[in-house]
């Protein structure tokens, strides 16, 4: 079993913020998605999570959803803990510069604040 742990900044959890924005039947299939994540971490496999390209950590839950693609944007930290970092709606083929960045923002910050704890 896997521990997931939603990314908080300023109040906010900006991966439960995005589900909670969706109807109830897309929360549903993300959430359960969320599950086999937890249950089944890496080898969950394709077509469900794929590494990033272009990025040394970042992952991605590939969620499919009637004619919605969802994307979970996350990394493995210490001891098969899952962080989860941003979510989005995949509108067009490739991933938007932005949203890679703004995970990889995200990733960096829950880094340093886990290392700036640890002194």
């Known amino acids: ?3 997931l ?3 908080a900044e300023k109040n906010k959890i900006p991966v439960l913020d995005f589900l909670k924005s969706l109807n109830p039947k897309e929360q549903a299939k993300i959430l359960r998605e969320i599950d086999l994540l937890e ?6 496999g394709s077509p469900h999570i794929k ?3 272009g990025t040394d950590s970042l992952w991605e839950l590939r969620i499919k959803q009637s004619t ?3 994307r979970i944007f996350y990394f493995n930290y210490i001891n098969n ?3 989860l970092l941003h979510a ?3 509108a067009s083929q490739k991933t938007p510069k932005k949203d890679i960045n703004l995970a990889l923002t ?7 604040g886990c290392e700036h704890n640890e002194s």
């Open 81 to 83: 803990k899952f962080i």
């Open 51 to 53: 590494k990033m390209v």
């Open 88 to 90: 989005i709606r995949k």
């Open 68 to 70: 919605n693609n969802f």
């Open 5 to 7: 742990i939603y990314y």
């Open 1 to 3: 079993m896997y521990e």
């Open 106 to 112: 995200r990733q960096a910050n829950y880094i340093k």
């Open 39 to 44: 249950e089944f971490g890496f080898s969950l």
